[in-house]
């Protein structure tokens, strides 16, 4: 057996915007080698910067999507492990520990380990909620699933 197959691959936390252009990145390099995406939502992909225009535009969650993460997933050739949450990263034996948010028995946290060659963290940011507000009333729109959830509080006044 070669060394190309038996390749962990790489693995890519995080399915935003810089999470797919890293796999549209090696993609244009190397067709082949394994990747592994891992998101804690569907992994859809959209054009984040249209999270701020669609409002205004009269745009709901659905529109923004132009193609589902499965749909993704197959047109680049990678494994998608959406829904997914590391729970931890062991640099030393090059693995990765996830719970899938999908499970009933949240008890078992060792849900699957898996292995990497690289490993990518394109887990983008994590906005400062400012204490002078209060919370009900502040809406970070940092992602298209809470994009849906201001729609959804909007629509009901």
């Given at each position: 057996?070669?060394?190309?197959?038996?390749?962990?691959?790489?693995?890519?936390?995080?399915?935003?915007?810089?999470?797919?252009?890293?796999?549209?990145?090696?993609?244009?390099?190397?067709?082949?080698?394994?990747?592994?995406?891992?998101?804690?939502?569907?992994?859809?992909?959209?054009?984040?910067?249209?999270?701020?225009?669609?409002?205004?535009?009269?745009?709901n969650?659905?529109?923004?999507?132009?193609?589902?993460?499965?749909?993704?997933?197959?047109?680049?050739?990678?494994?998608?492990?959406?829904?997914t949450?590391?729970?931890?990263?062991?640099?030393?034996?090059?693995?990765?520990?996830?719970?899938?948010?999908?499970?009933?028995?949240?008890?078992?946290?060792?849900?699957?380990?898996?292995?990497?060659?690289?490993?990518?963290?394109?887990?983008?940011?994590?906005?400062?909620?400012?204490?002078?507000?209060?919370?009900?009333?502040?809406?970070?729109?940092?992602?298209?699933?809470?994009?849906?959830q201001?729609?959804?509080?909007?629509?009901?006044?």
């Amino acid at each position: 057996m070669s060394v190309e197959n038996q390749s962990a691959g790489i693995v890519i936390i995080g399915a935003g915007l810089a999470g797919w252009h890293v796999v549209d990145a090696i993609r244009a390099k190397d067709k082949d080698i394994p990747i592994t995406l891992i998101t804690a939502d569907n992994g859809d992909r959209y054009h984040k910067p249209m999270l701020t225009m669609a409002i205004s535009q009269q745009k709901n969650a659905a529109d923004l999507v132009r193609a589902t993460g499965s749909d993704a997933a197959k047109a680049a050739n990678i494994n998608l492990l959406a829904n997914t949450q590391v729970t931890d990263i062991d640099p030393a034996s090059q693995t990765v520990q996830l719970i899938s948010a999908l499970r009933s028995d949240p008890v078992y946290t060792n849900y699957a380990t898996i292995s990497y060659d690289k490993l990518v963290l394109a887990m983008g940011a994590h906005p400062i909620f400012p204490k002078s507000l209060p919370e009900d009333l502040v809406w970070h729109v940092n992602h298209i699933e809470r994009f849906g959830q201001l729609q959804e509080k909007l629509a009901a006044g």
